[in-house]
């Protein structure tokens, strides 16, 4: 396998974190890597990984379009570019999110038929696999059209990634009834119940979903515009962390606090963002992982396992066919 | 004060539970009640509580708005027009929320000046009071000029209810940056950063907020459309719920599970809906509160409480002095 292209500039702990992941992913999981940044950043941690030298970092507050059209050696940049030019097999960035859409459309531009990209971010379910919420952020307006699309790749990701033959769709509404909701879900709700809409990703609509069943088994995939799912999301993230301080607290005040914080690691961990492996941008000609900002190198190790198994399951042959008919 | 008047016939455990905490109410807060509903179902269980009869009940799936035209003589109705008739101080109901709604838009009317009534959501954060969400899901679809008023009735709200004196009011985005967002957020934001938008309801604009702030002590209202705040709401409900059934059960196999689940105790309570006293429907001429379908005995001594304490305050002059500059 090609390497998988590495964005060793971005992210809140970039570049010490990044690499060390990209190090550790090489040894533990055997993947090959190559790391994209500036060498004389690189030269010092790298080890004996490569690097694709690119002497720009676009920063993680940096306007996306704008610094992607500018910054043409940046390491994003430089990342999408390996990718397209067949030296790497998939990227990988905890940098700028809009970012690196940015620079993944561009270089990598969209799989035939695919009207807008979407981010994949699973969500965590406990006792069972994620839920693959999208659009998570990548478009704030949509086009009932787009939503279809992105169920269709949803799914194609979720088989994928957690081996769900035949994942359920639902889309996020605010009640079960096709009449409920807003134009844009109405008239995507629509589109989904027609006969054939999810057969070739082979999937099954399984109607509205409300907020409240995305982190449960019910269902497989949520779709949503990326202003909504962006929310949700994050409204998520806040509402757990907030959450589980609160439990750590607690606990930790007591005299069993030993005993009942371990009884909670295996929870902790399945929420922790670290072990999710990253979000895939779907609908762009390549593996495009993105990983948390606040990444730590055991992010940085899962997304790579990530990449790394999406381009040998060839996700993005699969999402083609799974919209060539749209 | 007048009495309020209790829905006795909406809600999951309707009417047994609703009327014990009607009994509970009038007996442990010294809040005077009045049943609404059969009284061929509620003199087995009403004690000395006067009732008045209605002898319709709107089912908790039934389409509100054809419900409430054609159902005169339901609860609803009637607890509606007890407000109205000024035989009643508020209304409270744990049924049918869109019936609530339109029972309460159709029989009291909205206050002067205000363009849609919204749904006020008190969202728990731990250590610090409730953050008050609206639309919670009154209005699907929204203009920007709703969600200034939402945003100044729900500062009156935030106010009256949890004594803020300033409320700082965030407006729901996916970036801080005010260029971020649907067209809705961009139109509304301009207006909320507008000199003198918040004046009369003495509040501060504190720009756009994301998911992840709801559930922190960073902001006391969080103002959206009626789509996006239900998927929020439901979305942190789903998740709490998830996570809290996890602790649980990741707590009772061990051996330190009474001293661990006993620890938690008081987050369990800051979280239970039953504690909230349930949302508000700000902008009719008339006190108006919503509790959960499943809502138990306690959950209407909570509600009816508020209820209370929102005539007392005198919340819908505030109210209406609060919008009547739009």
């Not at 999110?97 to 699973?122: E, N, Q, Y």
């Not at 899962?302 to 399951?313: D, P």
């Amino acid at each position: 396998m090609l390497p998988v292209a590495i964005d060793a500039m971005g992210g809140d702990h970039a570049p010490a974190a990044i690499v060390e992941g990209a190090r550790r992913a090489a040894v533990e999981i055997g993947v090959p890597v190559v790391l994209v940044g500036r060498p004389e950043d690189l030269d010092p941690l790298r080890g004996d990984l490569e690097v694709v030298a690119a002497s720009q970092v676009i920063g993680m507050d940096a306007d996306p379009g704008s610094s992607v059209r500018t910054m043409k050696d940046s390491s994003l940049v430089r990342a999408a570019e390996a990718v397209r030019d067949g030296r790497a097999s998939a990227m990988v960035s905890a940098g700028n999110t809009g970012a690196t859409m940015a620079s993944a459309l561009l270089r990598l531009g969209r799989i035939k038929g695919v009207a807008r990209p979407a981010i994949a971010t699973p969500i965590p379910v406990p006792g069972s696999t994620p839920t693959v919420l999208l659009d998570a952020g990548a478009n704030a307006e949509c086009q009932p059209q787009w939503l279809v699309q992105f169920a269709q790749m949803g799914a194609i990701f979720s088989r994928e990634r957690y081996g769900i033959a035949e994942p359920r769709v639902g889309l996020l509404s605010i009640g079960e009834e096709p009449t409920k909701g807003n134009p844009l879900v109405k008239e995507t709700h629509a589109l989904l119940a027609a006969a054939g809409a999810l057969d070739r990703a082979s999937a099954r609509f399984v109607g509205n979903v409300e907020g409240r069943d995305i982190m449960t088994p019910e269902v497989d995939v949520v779709v949503t515009d990326g202003f909504t799912g962006n929310v949700a999301l994050k409204t998520l993230e806040g509402g757990m962390r907030s959450l589980v301080t609160a439990v750590i607290e607690g606990l930790s005040t007591t005299d069993v606090a030993d005993a009942a914080l371990g009884a909670l690691l295996p929870l902790y961990t399945t929420l922790d963002p670290d072990q999710t492996g990253g979000a895939m941008l779907l609908g762009v000609d390549g593996v495009c992982i993105i990983s948390h900002g606040s990444s730590s190198a055991t992010a940085v190790v899962n997304a790579t396992r990530v990449a790394s198994e999406m381009v040998q399951a060839g996700v993005v042959e699969h999402l083609r066919s799974a919209v060539a008919s749209a």
